[in-house]
DNA sequence: GCCAACGTTGGC
DNA sequence: GCCAACGTTGGC
């Protein structure tokens, strides 16, 4: 399979990509959506790239780069009861979330604002997810094109 | 803090 | 399977 590119949003208060700096790799743990849930356990590879996004941020926006290190295994929070992430339903036999490894590539020098990526949507394609009106998931695939432009627009700010 | 958009839940 | 109610996301 081609190499593949995506979206993964975070809020910065959380974890940001100072963050994900900080430790090199993460465990994506706590999604709990099943489109990006599907995403990461059918369709990740390692080696996918990524656009690190800051979500109810000040500014919201794309603030960096990652890849995929490690392709889905089960999400451990769902079992733990003291969790935010808890699920009841969800078993070791018949895990119901998953979860990637993802690894820091680099910070951009200034955040690719939302507002900047709107103001440039004609750059984008109508499904690059940022620009998608209500957009929600936290996972979401980005075409090629997509994320050159965005590559492109964050490193010619100064 | 507001609220639109959207996903999920649960009754039927 | 439909869909209203509800909860959450996320920009502003």
């Known amino acids: 399979m081609p190499k593949q590119y995506w979206l ?10 100072d963050d994900l700096a900080a ?9 709990r959506n099943y489109q990006a849930r599907n995403s990461m356990r059918d369709d990740m590879r390692v080696g996918d790239e990524v656009l690190f996004y800051h979500s ?6 794309i603030a960096g780069l990652a ?6 295994y089960p999400d451990e ?3 733990d009861p003291e969790s935010d992430y808890y699920d009841p339903k969800a078993t070791r036999e ?7 490894d993802v690894q820091f590539v680099s910070k951009f020098s200034k955040i690719l604002s939302l507002a900047e990526i709107k103001s440039h949507a004609h750059l984008f394609s109508a499904d690059f997810v940022p ?12 075409s090629a094109e997509d994320f050159r432009t965005a590559v492109q627009l964050a490193k010619s700010k100064r």
Do not use: C, H, Y
Request: positive net charge; aromatic residues 10%; proline residues 9%.
């Open 8 to 17: 993964m949003k975070s809020e910065p208060d959380a974890f940001s990509i």
């Open 23 to 31: 430790v090199a790799q993460e465990p994506w743990s706590g999604v």
């Open 56 to 61: 109810n941020a000040k500014p919201a926006g």
């Open 131 to 142: 620009v998608r009106k209500g957009s929600r998931l936290s996972v979401a695939p980005v």
């Open 67 to 72: 890849r995929i290190a490690r392709t889905a």
């Open 94 to 100: 018949t895990p119901r979330w998953f979860m990637v």
């Open 77 to 79: 929070t769902q079992f």
